[in-house]
């Protein structure tokens, strides 16, 4: 199976009681950033994610609330480096009491002194590493030398004491797809449970022109759509599709919402062209179906998977071909 059985019906369940309530719009994930603090300064990362203090960071009662009020079944743990959050262990226990799902998005590089004799392993929770290419490209992106080394060792020793891992990595102009290949195998070999490949997207401000032009994402992720049947990639065959511009879809911006210490995001996880502190406000005032249609500049470029992940499952209702074919990735794959 692509997903372990409690996460699909979790996710199954929660998307019918959202029909059954006539709900057209929902999150699907929470990504919530609790900080702004990072031990890493990432080429093609924003500014706001490594510079933050940690005395800036969200309050966990804040963080929990969010999880509250967007209700969504996943959670991504993200910021910053979220392994540095002092209340990590408190925030991941109150995830799973609401009976959630979690990644922990993370460079790896505080697993073992911040998370493994603090946090045990646990069905609802998955550790989710960075890792942008082989040894050279990984710690050029980084910006330090031995980082990949020591994500290697930290994913091994995750998988060994039990924990759920995948990784996530993001294709950049200069990634080959060689290189990409050679990864896939790498982790594949360590036992990894899961991996995510998505286009680079050129966040408003970064500087360094890393980022792929559609034409490029079409043609990488050709590949990376014929890598997918060897390998145990997380990406739905359809979105993989899109990806290498096999099909189109409208943009589903409200299936990924995200929280920061400066408020909500608006209107996406990638554009905050404003942050807003209360809930409500944030999902009402926010014109969806402007963003839907990708009509903006700023989404020219986009085919990121927190946009159109959702989009591919949201089409599956007309097409009895991909359903089946949807079904079978996941229970198959
Ligand atoms: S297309 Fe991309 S940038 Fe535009 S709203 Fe969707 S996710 Fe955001």
Not at 50 to 77: I, M, Q, Y
Not at 110 to 128: A, E, M, Q, S
Not at 215 to 236: A, C, D, G, N, W
Request: glycine residues 6%; hydrophobic residues 35%; charged residues 25%.
């Amino acid at each position: 199976m692509r997903f372990p059985i409690h996460i699909t019906t979790d996710q199954v369940t929660y998307q019918i009681r959202k029909a059954m309530a006539g709900e057209t719009r929902y999150p699907l994930v929470l990504m919530l950033e609790p900080l702004y603090t990072c031990n890493l300064a990432c080429v093609g990362c924003s500014i706001e994610r490594h510079t933050g203090k940690l005395a800036d960071r969200l309050p966990l009662e804040a963080c929990l609330k969010a999880a509250d009020e967007c209700g969504a079944p996943t959670v991504s743990l993200c910021g910053g480096e979220p392994t540095l959050y002092p209340e990590l262990p408190e925030l991941i226990a109150g995830i799973i009491d609401r009976r959630r799902h979690i990644y922990l998005c993370t460079n790896a590089l505080l697993l073992d002194t911040k998370v493994f004799d603090r946090i045990p392993p646990h069905k609802r929770l998955t550790v989710n590493v960075h890792l942008d290419g082989m040894r050279e490209t990984h710690d050029m992106v980084c910006d330090r030398k031995g980082v990949f080394d020591k994500a290697i060792e930290m994913i091994r020793q995750a998988k060994a004491r039990g924990y759920h891992v995948t990784t996530n990595t993001t294709v950049f102009k200069e990634t080959s797809l060689e290189e990409i290949e050679q990864l896939c195998k790498l982790v594949k070999s360590l036992g990894v449970d899961g991996l995510l490949v998505s286009p680079g997207y050129h966040y408003e401000s970064v500087k360094e022109n890393i980022f792929l032009t559609q034409q490029e994402i079409h043609r990488k992720f050709k590949r990376v759509l014929e890598l997918s049947k060897e390998y145990p990639m997380q990406s739905t065959p359809m979105y993989l599709e899109f990806a290498a511009g096999l099909r189109e879809y409208s943009c589903s911006p409200w299936s990924t919402v995200t929280f920061t210490p400066k408020g909500w995001k608006k209107p996406c996880y990638l554009i905050g062209e404003e942050y807003i502190p209360d809930w409500k406000t944030f999902w009402n005032s926010t014109d969806w179906e402007y963003w839907e249609s990708r009509q903006d500049d700023k989404c020219q470029n986009c085919k990121m998977h927190s946009g159109f992940e959702a989009s591919a499952v949201r089409e599956l209702r007309k097409s009895p071909k991909d359903m089946l074919r949807m079904a079978a990735w996941n229970f198959l794959g």
